[in-house]
């Protein structure tokens, strides 16, 4: 298949949050906020509280994950993905609650062989079921610096973006005409795979959210 290198898991970067009631946005410090989950000097909280930065090397990744649980949220999440090789290396991101029937929001990195292009892999769980996947590869370079991922969540809708202006009205942040024609650029030049567009998948009908979906 060519991806053997793939199979070989090389390390792991896993930033978790948990939600599922409302916290005041306001970051007090990343001391009471999270636990690190695992990675010891990897994970590393600085700055008085300000700063929490993981790492990865060639043995293992680092993880962290908040110790509350939110309802709704802006998320932002600056990463610089592994460079050259990076066949194996997972980095994600996401939001997830407990229990049965589980809510998540995930941002996966899929890393790949030197000189070629990451995998950004999206999905959503509802209730326990996820089948929400889409993919994009980048317009960027996501190695070459740190760039600012962010997790939309509010009561109308959830964004992934790479493409979202410092706007801190997230819980009503809605898309303006320029941030439609944005997503649909990267929808039309970057997404390699969407689950609404997937009917061979869907054989009984493609999801109903797919509708409205294509709106944006
Ligand atoms: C690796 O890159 C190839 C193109 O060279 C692409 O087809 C494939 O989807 C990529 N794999 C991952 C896991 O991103």
Redesign the pocket.
Known sequence: MG?SS?ANSKAWVVALAILCMIVAASAGSFYDEMDITFGGERAKISNGGQDLSLSLDQYSGSGFQSKHEYLFGRFDMQLKLVSGNS?GTVTTFYLSSQGAGHDEIDFEF????SG????VHTNVYSQGKGNKEQQFHLWFDPTAAFHTYTIVWNAQRIMSTSSVNDNRAWRTQEVDAAGRNRIRWVQNKHM?YNYCNDHKRFTNGLPTECKRSRFL
């Not at 070629?116 to 995998?119: E, R």
């Open positions: 991806h793939y066949a899929l890393g790949n062989t070629s292009p990451y995998t390699i």
